[in-house]
């Protein structure tokens, strides 16, 4: 791999760009094959790479750094580059080929017997990689797609209702010694155990020592969460129920869950209860005064115009709904074999981005997640489909999302949560959430361009009065399997005049 004179060939002269052969194989719903063949020379070149850079920074006793001899560097370090090159070469003509045949890949590559592929002395080296790409869509006529417009006005009652809204969200959590009741707050401790009787020493899968639960009453179906999984019964299980009470629950994990250990698996939820809290209700004096008015009518006044906002979100929210039910129905597709546990995890990250842009408060997205994993692989087939249905429209709809809309997107979720827009940019970048800030952003201005096209009917609301409660909302996620959320309670909107602290 050294010249006569013992200097290593410069990587470019050796060829290193020198074009791959890629072939391309379908080998079923949504798979590729891709058999790829790296030139001699291309190898040539990155051994000489891996050399050079050894020689230039390995200490060899009795050598000063970089003046080694060649073949005592290849004598002692010759199986491990190869081995480095030999990654490298996979990893780098794998993503080029991704790259030149513009596949959208999903998950991770199934590189085929990787363990018996070898770097030859001589010619070429050929290996077979096979993935899940999404599918071909062909989309309908998007003019021939139809679409409602409710109009809805807040109502005296719909301020009231907020106003009772903020009370409680503003008031304050006393600890109480009385039997749970609807609504109360518990602080508890939440082990998931492996099986349906497990035994008493068993090792948890999943410890939360100061676990917060919401204890939902008849009007949320008495529906509730524990560690991120849905309990349909969980309010009926706790109301009546004392501090030191421990609640055994056996069941089966949520099919979409993200870990294979609860996913479809028979597991046990113990609930500890360690405290209880009752929320005491601010005056509405004092909600004024927060938020610098120096009347109750002022305040009304604000939470009307609020009200109107979010009805105007949720009217865009509706509309999209309707957009994305048509395109289901219209587009044929065949997904791949499975979801990957990857994807699942996705999806549940972008949903709980659309539930906090929308201004749901931490724990209506937890309770929202949770009813998610509890969902069928079906239902997150949908999801997925119409993820693909809205990525090809964007295509065709030249649809962009610029830098600016992604950072006010941030910052509109940062001031619903109370948080500092930079800190939260710097968390969802560490986490890799921004991608999911990105495709929300391009996928709502891919419906609204479909919404355009599509043929608009005005009709007046059924009724303006018409709570969205937390039971209309279990039903309609029910009915419709892409599990929207509803749009932002008003009491949210109005927190942006009080959000100032940090997270």
Not at 50 to 61: G, S
Not at 196 to 224: K, M, Q, W, Y
């Amino acid at each position: 791999m050294a010249d006569e004179d013992g200097m290593y060939p410069d990587p470019e002269e050796s060829g290193e760009r020198a074009e791959q052969t890629v072939t391309l194989e379908d080998i079923g719903p949504a798979r590729k094959c891709l058999t790829i063949e790296i030139p001699e020379t291309r190898i040539t070149a990155k051994l000489a790479e891996q050399y050079k850079q050894l020689r230039d920074d390995a200490a060899i006793p009795g050598f000063r750094r970089g003046r080694a001899p060649k073949r005592l560097i290849e004598k002692r370090f010759g199986q491990a580059v190869r081995d480095d090159a030999r990654g490298q070469l996979i990893s780098e003509s794998y993503t080029q080929a991704i790259e030149e045949e513009k596949l959208e890949v999903l998950g991770e590559p199934d590189v085929k017997d990787i363990d018996d592929i070898e770097l030859p002395d001589a010619g070429e080296m050929t290996f077979k990689v096979e993935v899940e790409v999404a599918p071909d869509v062909e989309l309908p006529d998007l003019s021939k797609l139809k679409v409602e417009k409710a109009e809805r006005q807040a109502t005296d009652d719909d301020v009231q209702e907020e106003i009772d809204n903020l009370s409680r969200r503003h008031g304050k959590p006393v600890q109480v010694d009385e039997a749970i009741a609807a609504q109360d707050m518990l602080v508890a401790q939440v082990k998931i155990l492996a099986g349906d009787d497990p035994a008493h020493d068993a090792e948890p899968l999943n410890f939360l020592p100061d676990a917060h639960i919401t204890v939902n009453g008849e009007s949320a179906d008495f529906r509730g969460h524990a560690a991120g999984i849905l309990i349909d019964d969980l309010g009926k299980r706790l109301i009546g129920k004392n501090r030191g009470h421990i609640e055994t629950i056996a069941m089966t994990g949520p099919s979409s869950h993200e870990s294979d250990q609860i996913r479809d698996k028979p597991i046990t939820i113990e609930i500890q209860v360690e405290k209880v809290e009752r929320i005491e209700p601010a005056p509405v004096e004092e909600l004024a005064r927060d938020f610098g008015f120096a009347s109750d009518p002022e305040l009304r006044d604000l939470l009307k115009d609020m009200l109107n906002k979010r009805f105007e979100r949720e009217q865009t929210a509706a509309m999209h709904e309707q957009i994305s039910d048509q395109l289901r129905d219209m587009v044929d597709m065949t997904l791949p074999p499975g979801l990957s546990e990857r994807q699942t995890s996705r999806l549940l990250q972008r949903e709980a981005m659309n539930l906090a842009y929308q201004g749901n408060t931490e724990e209506q997205i937890e309770q929202k997640i949770a009813e998610m994993r509890n969902s069928s692989e079906e239902e997150a087939a949908r999801q997925l489909k119409l993820h693909f249905i809205l990525s090809a429209a964007a295509e065709k709809l030249d649809v962009e999302v610029h830098e600016g809309e992604v950072n006010s997107r941030i910052a509109m979720i940062a001031t619903e949560q109370g948080r500092r827009p930079e800190k939260l940019r710097q968390e969802m970048q560490r986490s890799g959430r921004l991608e999911s800030v990105y495709l929300q952003i391009r996928e709502q201005k891919t419906l609204d361009a479909i919404i355009e096209q599509a043929t608009p009917t005005q009709t007046p609301a059924a009724d303006s009065k018409e709570p969205v409660t937390d039971k209309k909302k279990k039903k309609n996620t029910k009915k419709k399997s892409s599990a929207k959320p509803a749009a932002a309670t008003t009491a949210d909107d109005a927190d942006d005049g009080l959000a100032s602290g940090e997270d």
